[in-house]
């Protein structure tokens, strides 16, 4: 007979256990979609998780696609420890991008070492600006942060399409929905020949390490652990809560922003109307999986980002439809949210005794 | 004897010859990146038709379908070349430049992109279709089929692509009847079935009993024929979405040029191009004329679109006017081929300014 009791206390170790259970129980399943799509589990598996990033380049590749997505999640980690759920990082980045990428246009072809650094603090300026409406109109006026960020994501769209589509377009590019293309001054270096890995990622790297600290480190770290785990204590306890709420939406937003800034001077070189594949509302799933742990995130963002490749390759190779990669992100996150029914409750086996 | 082995020698050469044509031929590998999913009935549909014309001839093609336009496309352009493909073909504009970053790293590939204009290396090609043929066609069975004299547009981008279109259909549905006016709506979008719906309602609203469309989505006609309005089908045969508002469709037709550049790859002939092909070429095709139509009306349209096919009528012939009154093209002279690619003005008749 089995019986499913209440644990006392979450368990530590089943906190941990569940995102690879998930990931497990995401393999299973995805095999299991395969053979009824009649492809050969093993093999579509092979081509989606092993065979894209088999070599150098595909590595690469996997780490220009994390980084984004480790960036954002680490932000989105912050709102997320302290109870604030900042559902719009999809719109702090195309905001972040827009002011950065304004930047990078008002030195166009101009040469000096300050532009690059002033192109990507202004993204993440914009990005800060961006965030700090959710934060201020929560603060201030109670709204429902979740709704605002969201919202405010189509906004950032729409201004993005405004500017590439009017004044920002490129002058000799026959009306087209782009910018210029950016100056190599206001480029992201690339780390390796060949290979589109850019500096960014140790944006992303120092973002890590600075959350580890504050989290772990900091008074302001264990006033957000104290928020998350009940507002009332938090405010019995006397912390400042206006001024963290809007602190930790202003460093979610920079985050996003940066993530934007990689993107554009990075890769893309350009504005234009599909500068993020959703990156924003995907590292959503990935701040969840990494279990809002800076390392965690870190090996969460490259599962994520594999799903991306694998289904690219999969549909090269094997005429596997490429949607089944946003299959692969929902199931991750559906299990991830199944297992942690075990965080509260164990399963008992019981004999059946006389 | 002789004779008989010199005979049997060349006709065993041609033979060998002929073979290892054919084996060369079908090792051509030809791939296509999509902007949507195949079964969108519009845009990429097309595309994908096109690509099993190839496969009919033949040939072995691949197709990633739902590729972004942002920092992914190149990665997908790099993993086709780097896998055996011959020719890529890339049929959204927003490839161009990832395309033509890809093509200088592999010069033996050859590229070919839909509706761009930069060719940056000798590996690159560009193609697109001259529907603004096809509009004269939508413009024409517009003006007669019109009793509100108020014809709705759904236009995606104040690109010269769309303006050319909006003009064509214009100039085309004025020539049969002058009193016509055409109402734009901006969707700022190529594929979004919500908001090409809300703007066909929005121009319903505004009295347009004719509707026709530069967005890819079969929602525009579905509110047509709900409301009761015409509409046209756009880049396939829409006919079956809405039977009764659907009076025509412009297809985009790909695959004789697809299976021509294919073959061009496999013989060795490939040279770049920049192809601009409409009705005469079978780029641009007309569906079933719609049997609500008066018979004269199709007659009409018949000859129409065999006088557009054969170069004896031009879409865009003078005198045409501006929205101001300019003088655009003067009268008995047409638009040249750099006119029609940079045109960004309305002509008279076109309702509204052009979004900046």
């Known amino acids: ?354 | 004897m002789h004779k008989f082995f010199i005979r049997s020698f060349v006709s065993s050469l041609v033979l060998l010859f002929t073979f290892t044509v054919a084996a060369i031929a079908k090792d051509v590998k030809a791939a296509f990146v999509y902007i949507g999913p195949t079964g969108d009935h519009g845009w990429t549909y097309q595309h994908d038709v096109g690509r099993k014309a190839v496969e009919a001839a033949g040939f072995k093609t691949t197709y990633v379908e739902g590729v972004p336009e942002s920092a992914d496309a190149e990665r997908v352009l790099r993993q086709l070349a780097n896998s055996g493909h011959d020719v890529i073909f890339t049929t959204s504009f927003g490839y161009m430049n990832p395309t033509n970053k890809v093509a200088k790293e592999f010069p033996n590939v050859k590229f070919e992109h839909a509706t761009g204009y930069k060719r940056e290396h000798p590996n690159v090609s560009t193609y697109a279709a001259r529907f603004y043929e096809g509009r004269t066609i939508l413009g024409t069975i517009a003006g007669t089929m019109t009793k509100s004299n108020v014809i709705g547009y759904v236009a995606s981008f104040p690109i010269p692509e769309v303006i050319r279109g909006i003009n064509s259909f214009t100039l085309a549905a004025q020539k049969v009847n002058p009193n016509i006016k055409t109402k734009i709506v901006w969707a700022f979008t190529w594929y979004d079935p919500g908001k090409e719906a809300e703007a066909a309602k929005a121009l319903i609203d505004q009295g347009a009993d004719v509707i026709a469309q530069h967005t890819d989505s079969t929602a525009i006609v579905q509110i047509a024929e709900k409301a009761g309005v015409y509409a046209f089908g756009q880049a396939s045969d829409m006919d079956k979405f809405a039977p009764k508002a659907v009076l025509t469709s412009v297809e985009n037709n790909w695959g004789p040029y697809y299976v021509d550049r294919v073959k061009a790859v496999a013989n060795g002939t490939w040279s770049q191009k920049d192809t601009w092909h409409g009705i005469g070429d079978g780029m641009v095709v007309i569906s079933d004329l719609d049997s609500q139509m008066p018979a004269d009306l199709r007659s009409k349209v018949k000859k129409l679109q065999a006088d557009l096919a054969s170069g004896k009528v031009h879409s865009f012939t003078g005198p045409i006017y501006d929205q101001k009154g300019n003088l655009m093209v003067a009268e008995g002279k047409t638009a040249d081929d750099g006119m029609l690619a940079g045109m960004m003005t309305y002509v008279k008749g076109v309702e509204g300014d052009i979004p900046k």
């Not at chain 1, 910018?179 to 780390?191: E, G």
């Open chain 1, 1 to 354: 007979m089995i019986k499913i009791v209440k644990r006392d206390q979450p368990s530590r170790a089943i906190f941990f256990f569940t995102p690879v259970l998930a990931i497990f129980l995401t393999l299973v399943a995805g095999g299991l979609i395969f053979f009824i799509l009649g492809f050969k589990p093993f093999e579509a598996l092979k081509f989606f998780f092993i065979v894209p990033i088999a070599d150098k380049y595909g590595f690469s590749e996997l780490l220009l696609k994390a980084t984004p997505l480790c960036l954002i999640a680490i932000g989105l980690s912050f709102c997320f420890k302290s109870n604030n759920w900042n559902i719009g990082a999809e719109g702090q980045l195309t905001f972040g991008a827009i002011v950065s990428g304004g930047v990078a246009l008002l030195f166009y072809e101009q040469e000096g070492f300050y532009i690059l650094p002033t192109v990507i603090l202004a993204g993440a300026i914009g990005g800060m600006l961006y965030a700090s409406i959710p934060a201020i109109l929560k603060t201030y006026f109670n709204t429902n942060e979740i709704l605002v960020s969201l919202m405010l994501v189509y906004v950032s769209k729409l201004i993005l399409d405004y500017l590439v589509v009017g004044p920002w377009s490129n002058p000799e590019g026959f009306n087209f929905p782009e910018t210029r293309q950016f100056s190599d001054s206001a480029k992201l270096p690339l780390l390796f020949e060949g290979l589109r890995i850019h500096a960014g990622i140790f944006l992303a790297l120092a973002a890590v390490v600075i959350s580890w600290f504050v989290f772990y480190k900091t008074y302001l770290g264990f006033q957000m652990k104290v928020s998350g785990f009940s507002l009332k204590t938090a405010r019995y306890a006397g912390y400042k809560g206006k001024k963290m709420i809007i602190l930790v939406f202003l460093i979610s937003g920079a985050c996003a922003g940066l993530a934007g800034v990689g993107e554009i001077t990075g890769p893309i070189g350009q504005l234009h109307r599909e500068i993020s594949p959703d990156y924003g509302f995907t590292a959503i799933i990935v701040a969840f999986l990494g279990r809002l742990h800076p390392v965690g995130i870190i090996f969460a963002s490259l599962v994520v980002a594999i799903t991306y490749l694998g289904a690219e390759t999969a549909q090269i190779f094997m005429q596997i439809p490429k949607y089944t990669g946003q299959v692969f992100q929902g199931m991750i996150l559906f299990f991830l949210l199944a297992s942690d029914y075990l965080l509260f409750f164990k399963i008992k086996f019981i004999g059946s005794k006389k």
